[in-house]
């Protein structure tokens, strides 16, 4: 059966058509279930012979009848539980085990009959033979020839990969896809299975972990599993580096070990691992904060100008720039009432708090991305009250008087470099110039934390409520501080180094905002006006 299936599927009128190919594998899927399929009694002995009732799997096997081959339904039904993957070699096994009525099919217990019982009144039992409770068979249970096992591998890895995309098939009542790998995992090609697993069942946990059970228990008698086992974390990496080079699904199942072992302590030394074991991989065994140590010191392992370019090519698909990036506003960080007012603007001098993925987050909003994106990283930065990020974002997204607004009331001058946000036009620089007279209308925020009338407080250590989260200790009132206050007066200095400082002050009353200026504000414009002359 599975020479003439292999000839179908090699017929081009039948490769290149789904529907015509799951029609020829669902028919060698019902063949390999009499053939190969756990073991199960039969409620009934329909369309069996008596001659062929107690004859062992291994003899119809044997005997190449393709008739024979499908009147094993009866002994190898897959609409129960599995049992042990071993010959018939009990006759009186099916006789007691119909007293489970059949559906069951497993050397169950009393209290697990009475289970199997309430899951069918509840209606919550669905096929529990092909759940990820049924062991997994990383043996075959009778001898095969190498040729037959070869074109057996490739149908059964093929079946399990168009699973990802053939919803008929369950409905059909066919094996689905986490029951199929468990139960012919010993027909498959792991490093098929493997990226099947990430690329079309990424959503189904159960399914990487069949994968990753079915693994572990292939390696289990290996070195470096005893190894792992003895829990030393320092010699299980060396026993894995001396693996080199590495298979991919091995190199798996002991990361998981070594996960389960040590946490997040392991997870972070993964990196040396890429690309064997990439993101998604570790993503579906790790605990999300876990999974951030690991991408943070798998991207800070390459060198700066690099960091960028490489991030970018582990988004793959696109949607984990967003995915992450929330994983690491969420993780590690201020606390969103220290960053954000009541009425959910930004609290003063807010942008000064630690983020722990700080750096990671910064190359995931400057990369490359379209325009709805972007839009959803801005919303995202701003509600959780990422400030750089923000600025950032609404710079690229041509939102200029989102970012002047912003840098107003988180009062530092030095945003305006380092969020490319500097005014390009006499316009920009009014609108900067209003903003900041607009916020400085409302009463300074005081050094130990209340709210003032505007709502923002001094982010002191007394009101930090993240874990690494402390802001740089700030002196209200010193020279330093002042200069780096966004105040009109400020702004029109920094103004009149780029257009002249009579020019500067025309557009501050253009403003209508008549200022007199300081003694030194007054100093530096007249030194301004020494080094024009002498341009001239």
Known sequence: MSSDVSSQIQDPFVLMDPATLSEVLLEWLRVLERVLGVEEPASTGEGLRDEDEDRPREELWKSGSLEEQQQLESLCSSSGEPTEHVADEHPELPEKEQQGEGDSGTHESGEE???????????????????????????????????????LTQLATLYLELSCFRRQVAEQGALEVGGFLRRYFFLLDTERVRHMCLLCHGDRPEVQ???????????????????????????????????????????????????????????????QFYPTVTPADVRTMAQQAHFLAYLDNLVQSRAEEQRLSFLGSLLQPESLRQDWLELGLSHDAPQPSDTLTADGHPRWHSHNFSWGYGRLMSLLVRLPADLFSKQKMAETCRSHGYWTGYLY????????????????????????DESQAVPQTVQEWKVLIQLSQQCGCDPAPTANGPPTANGTTHPSNETTGSVNGNAAPLVNGGAGERERQVTPENLT?????TVGPDRALEILEECGLPLVLSPHSTLVCELLRVAEKRQR
């Open 209 to 271: 972990r069949s994968f990753i059970e079915a693994m572990q228990e292939l390696t289990r008698s290996s070195k470096v599993a005893e190894v792992i086992q003895k829990g030393d974390l320092l010699k299980s990496l060396r026993s894995l580096r001396e693996l080199q080079p590495w298979s991919a699904p091995e190199l798996l199942a002991h990361s998981h070990r070594l996960y389960d072992k040590h946490g997040e302590a392991a997870v972070r030394s993964f990196s």
């Open 113 to 151: 009959a009475e289970k199997v019982v309430v899951e069918e009144n509840t209606g919550e039992a669905e096929n529990t033979c092909h759940g990820p409770t049924e062991p997994v068979r990383v043996e075959p249970p009778l001898p095969l020839p190498s040729d037959l096992l070869g074109d």
């Open 493 to 497: 200095l920094r103004l009149a180094q």
């Open 393 to 416: 974002l609404c710079c690229e997204l041509q939102r200029r008087t989102e970012a002047f607004s912003t840098v107003c009331r988180l009062d530092d001058m030095s945003l305006l």
